[in-house]
């Protein structure tokens, strides 16, 4: 059964980095950041920020469906999106087990200093998967964060890829 790794994190918590490992072990990669920039370009300098919630709904809908395409042809999936709400959480996992891959959401958290600092260093670079983000927009993604609970099964990242490839390689063997 494929595994289907839900990244559930705020923006600067690791999510891409993770991503990105994973997708080296051959883990199909699925940016939802990535493919907004492909499409519309610079958040915030190509089209204005407050536009980027209507620009990001039909990638996502066009994600998702490649996210299923994947789990049903067998392939390991890791979603690079932040998943803040329990119930974006709970339409993915079901939407992996519909297409008979094996959900795993994986929680990296991290402290509001430690995201400002990480913030500070990326608001510097101009790629896909560096959006600006002020300390006041950081407090507002806080409030609007739903922390994973264990009843959602989830794994906290245990701080290095390899352990959690242990993890992962653990939850496939069960």
Same mark, same amino acid.
């Given at each position: 059964?494929?595994? *289907?790794? +839900?990244?559930?994190? &705020? ?7 993770? *991503? /990105? ?8 990669? &699925? ?25 990001? =709904?039909?990638?996502?809908? !066009? ?8 789990? =049903?042809?067998?392939? @390991?999936?890791? +979603? ?15 939407? !992996? ?15 509001? @200093?430690?995201?400002?600092?990480? +913030? !500070? ?9 560096? &959006? ?17 609970? /264990? @009843? ?15 993890? +992962?390689?653990?939850?496939? /063997?069960?």
């Amino acid at each position: 059964m494929p595994l *289907a790794v +839900l990244l559930a994190g &705020l923006t600067g918590s690791g999510k891409t980095t993770v *991503a /990105q490992a994973l997708a080296a072990r051959g883990f199909t990669r &699925l940016s939802v950041d990535e493919e907004v920039h492909r499409i519309h370009g610079r958040y915030g300098v190509d089209y204005p920020e407050h536009t980027y919630f209507e620009r990001e =709904r039909p990638v996502v809908e !066009a994600i998702r469906r490649r996210f299923i395409e994947e789990l =049903r042809a067998g392939n @390991d999936v890791v +979603l690079d999106h932040g998943l803040w709400r329990r119930g974006e959480r709970d339409a993915w996992r079901e939407a !992996a087990r519909r297409a008979g891959g094996h959900p795993l959401i994986i929680y990296l958290p991290a402290d509001r @200093d430690d995201l400002l600092r990480r +913030l !500070a260093e990326r608001n510097r670079r101009e790629d896909a998967n560096a &959006l600006t983000v002020t300390p006041e927009a950081l407090d507002d993604f806080f409030s609007r964060f739903d922390v994973p609970g /264990q @009843d959602e099964g989830v794994i906290v990242y245990p701080g290095s890829v390899e352990g959690l490839m242990d993890r +992962l390689r653990g939850e496939r /063997q069960s």
